[in-house]
């Protein structure tokens, strides 16, 4: 839903104020820079490891029986993580790194602190960190303390990779050809993974990398790291790598060209149009060109997406548009310079507007580094035409430019052009515009602790129709240590900002947010750290007449098993700007400008996670709407047998108190999902979803066979029923199979 406000003072005092707005916010981020250490060395660059060639490869297979470990350094004498970041880990672990012309060769054995089996989910790749047993290790292949590559196991052997971006974050979306073992033993699993150097990407020529190697330990409740990391970061925080020194320069993989074909038969039934049955085969092929070793071009034609997971609903009671996340494979590697530009709520791009509502075609994506400072990432996407929208192209073109030890400025802009678009009155043209374009700088900062992280966004969007007040200005600064949490934001979305291939769920409004943190660490007893939080969110029209107030103060305690517990008190006021259903099912809307004011409380607590049996719930009482009242129960319930079995079991339920005409409505959200795994190769996957409010019952079986390393053999089936009388929509089966040849 967008919110578009025809305030006369509107124009008046947005183009009066928001300036004066982001002139104090850049003279607070200039002073700070000052003292940020921004030019500081790196933290850890001490820790050091050294790699060196091998002429007889090591053997996959978990066992610690060849020259090449024997030779090797080892990397040991991890620190503790958590639960204190005061003391060495007692989760001994030992690193080996070899490499040679084809692969990078590593090696972790695991002791076991305590006695017992391991703990784990499952088999299934790109597991929870924090519900495994697991070693990952984290490179920084570029040694710009920002982008890298991100592998590993938990201790049964299921595998996760990813890519790593703004510093510490990682995308565990991204798949590549590699292959790893793990093998357990009575007092120790040994993990090994040879990584070939085709499969990442990183500058030509270099001999040192950013490196960190992680072990998290669930019996012992222990995270640990071999460069120390503090307890407030995650070990996947490249600010804190050791190095990785190269006796020589990592190999040039040479060419690598890279062709991944599909086949694909489907088979669909629409119940609800009463449509006959319909049989489809197709085929289509992504390739993967290394222009560089650290620049890649990726090409697809008719690509399919049917294999991806089903998302995960919710009962929905916002006034906008609700936010999914991206899982399509082409659009991930190196996808964070264009989908994370900006902030959640005001994305410039947003991948999944692409081949929302028709095929695409085909289409390229250019990404990577062109040298030390500089990334570049141009992509364009055609779509086919339908009944109800023109042919389209997406052109996306994305530059980021390091500056001092971890910041960048960032470029992007965005254009969609519509073909054949119909000449016919306003009224009656698509959902679309003719053309919709958008340009955006952004300063992205981060000092060489971590400590200090903000951004300044400045965005422009040109529409046929929509002119003036067409900007966006965001900014935010945030320091953050063992104790203290303080930081702030500000936005200002202009009434006719418009980025069709965006989400920026709201328009016309200038939002501050403060926010203040602290935490307690006692020295003994089963508290680990408590402390407050205070969070202030305020929306304004262009006048700054409040439109939306959210405060609350909560309390988060963390026990030394990892449990959690957390309380919250919260004040809500909204005026409405436009009329707004607040059931969003019964179909009576409450006029624009109508007042509501309301307090409500919070509890949540997740169990401990090293229990096979698992469990959480957030508990939430207060007032609504219009002098309502609301009671929701959102709860979790998780089992597993390892480490074949993982039962998720979800359930939501929120009932709404109001006056007539919506009087009292009950939705109950079910989701169990059942993860089977009979070997790491091997998935399945059910996925049942009851969503009252929706009217919808839906299942999703998936199963995927990873037959050889990138390549699969899919099945998936899907059904939606109308809960009452429980007739079925529609039905589909698909049979997918993809195969990864490379050179």
Excluded at 94 to 113: F, G, H, S, T, W
Aim: with cysteine; proline share 6%; glycine share 6%.
């Amino acid at each position: 839903m967008q919110i578009v406000t025809n305030n006369d003072n509107f124009r008046y005092k947005t183009a009066k104020n928001c300036p004066d707005l982001k002139i104090r916010f850049t003279l607070i981020c200039l002073c700070c820079l000052l003292n940020l250490g921004l030019f500081a060395q790196k933290i850890n660059h001490k820790y050091l490891y050294h790699i060196h060639g091998v002429t007889v490869p090591p053997k996959i297979d978990g066992v610690m029986d060849e020259e090449a470990w024997r030779d090797a350094e080892v990397a040991k004498s991890f620190k503790m993580v958590l639960p204190m970041d005061t003391s060495f880990a007692k989760a001994y672990t030992e690193v080996r790194m070899v490499y040679d012309q084809k692969n990078i060769y590593i090696l972790a054995i695991c002791y076991k602190p305590l006695p017992g089996p391991n703990m784990v989910e499952s088999l299934k790749r790109d597991f929870s960190f924090v519900k495994n047993d697991n070693f990952i290790f984290f490179m920084d292949t570029y040694n710009d303390q920002t982008n890298g590559f991100s592998f590993g196991s938990n201790a049964a052997g299921a595998e996760w990779d990813g890519t790593m971006y703004q510093g510490g974050s990682v995308d565990l979306t991204w798949t590549n050809k590699w292959v790893s073992a793990v093998k357990d033993y009575p007092d120790k699993y040994i993990f090994e993974a040879a990584i070939p150097f085709k499969s990442i990407r990183y500058k030509k020529g270099i001999t040192e990398w950013g490196i960190n190697f992680s072990r998290n330990d669930l019996k012992s409740t222990e995270k640990s790291a071999w460069a120390p990391v503090p307890r407030q970061f995650p070990t996947a925080s490249l600010a804190y790598t050791g190095t990785l020194v190269w006796d020589n320069p990592p190999p040039d993989p040479g060419s690598n060209i890279s062709i991944i074909p599909y086949g694909l038969t489907s088979i669909t039934k629409d119940y609800t149009n009463n449509k006959s049955i319909a049989v489809k085969a197709s085929a289509g092929v992504d390739a993967k060109i290394a222009v560089s070793s650290a620049l890649n071009l990726d090409l697809t034609v008719n690509p399919d997406f049917s294999q991806v997971d089903a998302d995960k609903q919710v009962i929905d009671l916002s006034r906008f548009e609700l936010f999914y996340p991206e899982t399509r494979q082409f659009f991930l590697e190196n996808g964070d310079q264009f989908n994370n530009f900006g902030y959640a709520s005001i994305r410039p791009f947003f991948s999944r507007r692409i081949g929302l509502g028709s095929n695409i075609i085909g289409g390229f994506r250019l990404s990577g580094k062109l040298d030390k400072n500089w990334r570049i990432g141009v992509m364009n996407m055609q779509t086919a035409s339908n009944d109800s929208l023109p042919a389209q192209n997406f052109t996306t073109i994305a530059l980021q430019r390091k500056i001092f030890a971890r910041s960048n400025i960032g470029f992007l802009f965005v254009n969609k052009e519509s073909f054949n678009y119909p000449d016919v009155p306003p009224s009656s043209q698509p959902n679309n515009s003719r053309y919709n374009a958008n340009i955006g700088l952004e300063f992205n900062l981060a000092s060489s602790s971590n400590a200090w992280t903000g951004k300044e966004l400045l965005l422009k969007s040109f529409t046929p129709g929509k002119t003036g007040h067409d900007f966006t200005d965001a900014g935010n600064i945030q320091y953050t240590n063992k104790y203290w949490l303080i930081g702030g934001e500000y936005e200002y979305v202009g009434a006719n900002y418009n980025a069709e291939v965006g989400y920026v769920p709201r328009h016309g409004y200038i939002k501050v947010n403060p926010v203040i943190g602290y935490l307690f660490f006692p020295s003994a007893g089963p508290i680990l750290s408590h402390g407050p939080q205070l969070n202030l969110t305020d929306y304004y029209d262009g006048a700054f007449n409040p439109t939306d107030n959210r405060s609350f103060l909560s309390y988060l305690v963390t026990f030394r098993n990892r449990s959690t517990l957390t309380t919250l008190v919260e004040h809500d006021y909204v005026k409405l700007l436009s009329p707004f259903d607040p059931t969003n099912f019964v179909g009576h809307s409450l006029a624009t400008g109508d007042e509501s004011h309301w307090n409500n409380l919070e509890l949540s607590y997740f169990s401990v996670p090293q229990s096979v049996f698992t469990y959480d719930f957030t508990f939430d009482y207060g007032g609504y709407y219009d002098n309502g009242k609301k009671i929701s129960l959102a709860t979790d319930f998780g089992y597993r047998f390892q480490p074949f079995v993982n039962i998720l079991w979800s359930t939501t339920v929120s009932r709404l108190q109001l006056p007539s005409p919506w009087d009292t409505n009950t939705f109950w959200l079910i989701g169990p999902k059942i993860d089977v795994t009979l070997t790491n190769k091997f998935f399945l996957t059910g996925y049942y979803q009851y969503n009252q409010q929706g009217r919808n019952f839906n299942i999703n079986t998936r199963l995927q066979y990873r037959y050889r390393p990138a390549s699969d053999f899919f099945i998936v089936y899907t059904d939606n029923y109308l809960p009452r009388p429980f007739n079925v929509k529609n039905r589909m089966l698909v049979f997918k199979f993809t195969y990864w040849l490379n050179n």
